[in-house]
């Protein structure tokens, strides 16, 4: 379970931050951790199930936005069977959208089967104020891959930061309107914070997919 959420607070001073660039040529701006043990694999093997579930948010998402009834019964269907996972009050996306699609005429034969994965990643939705931070913490275990995506919703610019339990930076993703990803591997556990940073004149939302 994720447990700790933090609240929205003002942007302190940058701390240094390890060089950490997006990686290209992937549907998410995907950082490796340089603090951390990475996995030797490329870059299409590394994408796990958290990447997965943000590109269906995404997806779904956008489909609600249209108006697309089929297309979001498709990916209600789709976030259900990973078996993700509303956390901290969210809303369940799956059953929700699968409402939303039948009320904007779906047709019956795309019907959402609520079966799947017993347990996927996790996700919650978040938004962050104008020039501020949404900061929260989260435990990782040694030697187990963490993976967290931000998935934008609103048309503006976001960036991710992780750092470990000494305020060392782990991650750090440059603003986007795209998915923002990280994945390391700890060396050892505790705790790590998430920031995700907004230097936006407007408030921007947000969903964040962990696993």
């Not at 978040?126 to 949404?134: E, L, T």
């Not at 913490?137 to 750092?163: N, W």
């Amino acid at each position: 379970m994720i447990k700790g959420w933090g609240s929205i607070v003002p942007v302190v001073a940058a701390s240094m931050l390890m060089a950490c660039a997006p990686v290209s040529g992937t549907d998410a701006n995907l950082a490796q951790a340089g603090a951390s043990r990475l996995e030797s694999l490329d870059l299409d093997r590394m994408r796990g199930d958290a990447d997965t579930v943000a590109d269906i948010l995404q997806r779904g998402l956008a489909a609600e936005a249209r108006g697309d009834g089929d297309a979001l019964l498709v990916q209600a269907q789709a976030l259900s069977l990973m078996g993700a996972r509303p956390e901290d009050g969210a809303p369940d996306l799956a059953r929700q959208w699968a409402t939303r699609a039948r009320a904007l005429g779906a047709r019956p034969t795309t019907a959402v089967a609520f079966r799947g994965r017993t347990l996927g990643p996790g996700y919650r939705s978040g938004k962050v104020s104008a020039n501020g931070a949404f900061r929260t913490r989260q435990t990782y275990s040694a030697g187990q891959r963490a993976e967290i995506v931000l998935v934008p919703v609103d048309d503006a610019p976001l960036s991710l930061e992780v750092r470990d339990d000494e305020g060392a930076s782990v991650c750090a993703v440059a603003p986007s309107t795209r998915n923002l990803g990280c994945r390391w591997v700890p060396t050892f556990t505790g705790a790590n914070e998430i920031e995700v940073r907004n230097d936006n004149p407007v408030t921007v939302n947000f969903y964040i997919v962990l696993n």
